[in-house]
């Protein structure tokens, strides 16, 4: 996350279910989500600066995904390095944008790689594994995603996947600055 981008909200959104699977390198695996793994979702949030502060983090998840842990123990995914640390995660979740929409029902949510574990594809096969598991799950036939400008990183990694910037023409400034940063970083 750059927080040295001017921070504009963005809304991405996905219809259908087609994505080119991206692995794990080799040493990490996925993990889905145990009870008892909010401190390691805080500190992952934290070292990527999803969010700046311990508490923020805590009341976040207990608020929002312990209100529903049982669907929690399908949606979230958590890597997990050669060492047994957890160092990315991700979930799938109930959205808030598009309440009358079936197909945008739900959206990827929270994803973070710790940067020490940066540039080895670990995001790519993150919102792989998510998709994956949207599938499979059957949750719907398209889904959405919250960003911002700081993250056009991740925003590049989302356009890969088919995710396509919602309402262009009247976020042009937001989008700008996420296109004019993602050719400057090929």
Known sequence: ?????????????????????????????????????????????????HILERDEGERYFQDVFLKNEEL??????????????????????????????????????????DPSHGGKGLAKALVSKLLSVFKSEKMGEGLYLSTQTCSYVAIKIYLDFGFLPYKLSENKNGWDIVFNKIKRTK
């Open 72 to 113: 929690l123990k399908k949606v979230m995914v958590f890597i997990k390095d050669s060492k047994g640390n957890l160092v990315g995660t991700g979930a799938i979740w109930e959205g808030k944008y598009f309440p009358n929409e079936k197909n945008r029902e739900y959206r990827l949510h929270w994803i973070a790689v």
């Open 1 to 49: 996350m750059d927080r040295s981008v001017e921070n504009i909200h963005l809304i991405m959104t996905k219809d259908g279910l087609d994505f080119i699977e991206k692995k794990l390198p080799e040493g990490y695996e996925f993990v889905m989500y145990e009870p008892g793994m909010m401190q390691q979702w805080v500190d992952i949030q934290l070292s990527s600066e």
